[in-house]
């Protein structure tokens, strides 16, 4: 099945008001940059978003938040955005922060169809007890916090743990970032952008890849993919152009490193 779309704006135009979206990347690396410019001009707003944290200032998913397109993250990072963080503390933004290895079995997990799961990050903290506030009001009182997580004791090398459950995190629509793919969906991820890439696209009921260089099937070796077209729907293939529009996040030259 050629799953290639014809551009950007036709693979997400059935994006509407509402839909809830993992995303791919990690700080500035690996983000689908063009799949959010093109939900972006399609019009779509009240967008519930997952991703490791929501771009930076003026970068990635920050060009959604700063035209207010979205109205709930769940994340594990803040990074440098300050309209993020504005957004969130004048009450503007809701906000579910998870650990950030929770987040990422969370999103897998919807993909492999488990519904929840158990472990001991959080155990004792917050996390577990509830009252991380996701929401302010406009003078800054806790609108909405997190329930408590159900907990249950396990028995390991003969001695009692406890956990605690999370629920897995399937979203309508995925969006991601590869290196490599063909017209079956099957990716290649570049070095660090295999962080929330290929968990994000798992999550997906319909998930979209823009893929930097586009090949046809067969001439990947199976042995290195990294992600099989099973779980991808639609591919969009980047311009030269397109490809090279990267930043980096923080620059450093060598008289700046301290030994």
């Known amino acids: 099945m050629d799953k290639v779309s014809s551009s950007a704006a036709d ?6 008001t509402g839909a ?8 500035w690396c690996g983000v689908p940059t063009v799949l959010i410019e093109a939900i972006r001009d399609a019009g779509a707003t009240d967008l519930e978003v997952v ?3 929501c771009g930076a200032d003026g970068w990635g998913l920050a060009i959604l938040l700063a035209e207010r397109r979205i109205s709930r993250v769940v994340a594990s990072f803040f990074g440098d ?10 009450g503007e933004l809701e906000v579910e922060i998870t650990p950030q290895g929770t987040l990422a079995e969370r999103l897998r997990a919807a993909g492999a169809g488990i519904p929840g799961f158990f472990t001991p990050t959080g155990v004792g903290t917050l996390v577990e007890q509830g ?16 329930p408590a997580k159900p907990v249950r004791t396990f028995v390991r090398a003969g001695k009692a743990q406890q ?3 999370e629920e ?3 979203t309508d629509f995925a969006i991601v970032r590869a290196a490599l793919g063909d017209r079956h969906g099957n990716l290649v991820f570049h070095a660090s952008a295999k962080n929330f890439n290929p968990l994000a696209a798992m999550a997906g009921r319909i998930t979209i890849a823009e893929v930097e260089r586009l090949v046809e099937p067969g001439e990947i070796d199976p042995d290195l993919v ?3 077209g099973i779980f991808v729907d639609r591919i969009v293939e980047l311009t030269p152009e397109q490809v090279a529009a990267k930043q980096i996040e923080k620059r450093m030259v060598k008289g700046m490193v301290k030994r």
Do not use: C, K, M, T
């Not at 693979?11 to 509407?16: F, K, P, Q, S, Y």
């Not at 979206?21 to 700080?27: D, E, I, R």
């Open 163 to 165: 956990f605690l459950l």
């Open 20 to 27: 809830s979206l993992a995303v791919g990347g990690f700080g």
């Open 226 to 228: 990294h992600l099989p």
């Open 131 to 146: 009252g991380l506030v996701w929401r302010f009001d406009h003078e800054g009182n806790a609108a909405v916090v997190s």
């Open 11 to 16: 693979a997400v135009a059935d994006i509407g």
């Open 51 to 53: 991703s490791n944290n």
């Open 168 to 170: 897995a995190l399937p």
């Open 81 to 90: 955005n300050r309209e993020f963080a504005r957004q969130y503390l004048q």
